[in-house]
């Protein structure tokens, strides 16, 4: 059991995390002036953390009332992101594989408000809102869903190879991303950084061998990284139960210590990954997180949702524990926001998303010649490219 010590020295930390340093735009930033630093306590219901081999983090959380609406104001906007998506595919705007995460939002907003710009965060293909948090736009990654020329990864990348500062995207083969996020954390270990890699990845690639591999070399070496499982109760259309032995993912590191973290609850996330990082970056080594939560929508676009699980389960997890209209509830009952505030921001989040569609409509797709570019490093000395006949090759 991790000492006591330890624990009783990050519950003063995790009451109030600072970012330091914002990614990309204003709307991260934390609060700095004594007008913003006026500060609400939240507190945690006793079965929101269970440890395993370790203690769990404090029992409340204490933000600036700014913080605490900055953290609404994103769940919301990733979700309007993802409604943006959704409705792209419809009207077949966007093509191909496409993940949504929404009902999910809690994950990648709390992750983000409990890291620092010198993090690393590397997902599987459910990732728009962890591009999002890390720093994309909303316009670059809607244009990127689209194949279009201003996307941020130029249009080539789609729905599961998004990257932005410190984020490793976007990943398409199922559980590859965690040995990567492993040797993202060796290179931060490498470089003596003060800094951790969080990898996630979901209860249907928990079974990978090479998640187990990543697991060993981390603990060996004690490399800061943070391996999240993000339990949504389905691989595509299996039940986890139907799929693992053993469902706690939280306890599956063995030799490793976890936490397992309501996922629906983006205050429990942030206290979570804080808690989580100071250790990892103490130099105790590898963390192993279960975050529960649920999405509500089909694995993908192309799926329904509805054949493996009931509507009526659906319908019970939206309107008993969906991440948004809880902590609304919460940051009005706490007095940190008013309803109108609210639903000030629920309104501008639907404007700056439709603006953000509009735009990623307008841009060109890239052109064909662009398919030989960012093959290979410029200046690496490969003459030609081969095409998909000899008359294609690309000569340098």
């Not at 529960?292 to 509507?311: A, C, L, Q």
Request: with cysteine; proline share 4%; charged share 20%.
């Amino acid at each position: 059991m991790l000492r006591t010590a330890f624990a009783t020295a990050l519950k003063a930390h995790a009451r109030a995390v600072p970012r330091t340093a914002a990614l990309a735009a204003p709307r991260r930033a934390m609060s700095s002036s004594s007008a913003e630093a006026e500060s609400v306590t939240f507190e945690f219901e006793s079965n929101t953390f269970e440890g395993y081999n370790i203690d769990t983090p404090a029992a409340s959380v204490t933000l600036s009332k700014a913080d605490a609406v900055a953290l609404y104001r994103d769940m919301q906007t990733v979700r309007r992101l993802e409604m943006a998506a959704d409705s792209s595919y419809k009207h077949k705007l966007i093509r191909g594989f496409c993940h949504l995460c929404t009902g999910q939002e809690a994950v990648p907003v709390g992750v983000e408000s409990a890291l620092t710009a010198e993090d690393a965060v590397i997902t599987a293909y459910r990732c728009h809102g962890f591009t999002y948090m890390r720093g994309g736009s909303p316009v670059g990654i809607l244009a990127e869903l689209m194949g279009r020329r201003d996307g941020v990864s130029k249009g080539k990348g789609g729905s599961m190879h998004m990257y932005a500062p410190n984020f490793y995207g976007g990943n398409g083969i199922v559980g590859a991303q965690v040995p990567l996020g492993a040797g993202v954390a060796f290179a931060q270990q490498y470089r003596a950084k003060k800094a951790c890699t969080v990898a996630l990845y979901g209860d249907g690639a928990a079974n990978q061998g090479q998640v187990f591999e990543a697991f060993n070399m981390a603990k060996l070496w004690d490399l800061p990284v943070l391996f999240v499982c993000e339990n949504n109760k389905y691989g595509m259309g299996t039940a986890a139960s139907r799929a693992a032995a053993n469902t706690d993912y939280f306890t599956r590191g063995q030799y490793i210590p976890g936490i397992r973290v309501n996922g629906m609850d983006v205050l429990a996330v942030r206290q979570a990954i804080a808690y989580a990082r100071q250790y990892a970056v103490d130099g105790n080594g590898p963390l192993v997180l279960e975050m529960k939560t649920y999405r509500y929508g089909g694995h993908s676009m192309s799926d329904p949702g509805t054949t493996y699980r009931t509507r009526e389960e659906v319908q019970h997890m939206r309107s008993t524990s969906d991440p948004i209209t809880g902590y609304k509830l919460r940051l009005i009952e706490t007095g940190a926001a008013s309803e109108a505030d609210l639903k000030a921001i629920d309104k501008e989040a639907k404007r700056v998303i439709d603006d953000a569609l509009a735009k990623a409509k307008a841009i060109p797709e890239p052109d064909g010649q662009e398919l030989w570019d960012d093959v290979y490093v410029k200046g690496s000395g490969v003459p030609y490219l081969r095409g998909r006949v000899p008359e294609e090759t690309h000569y340098y």
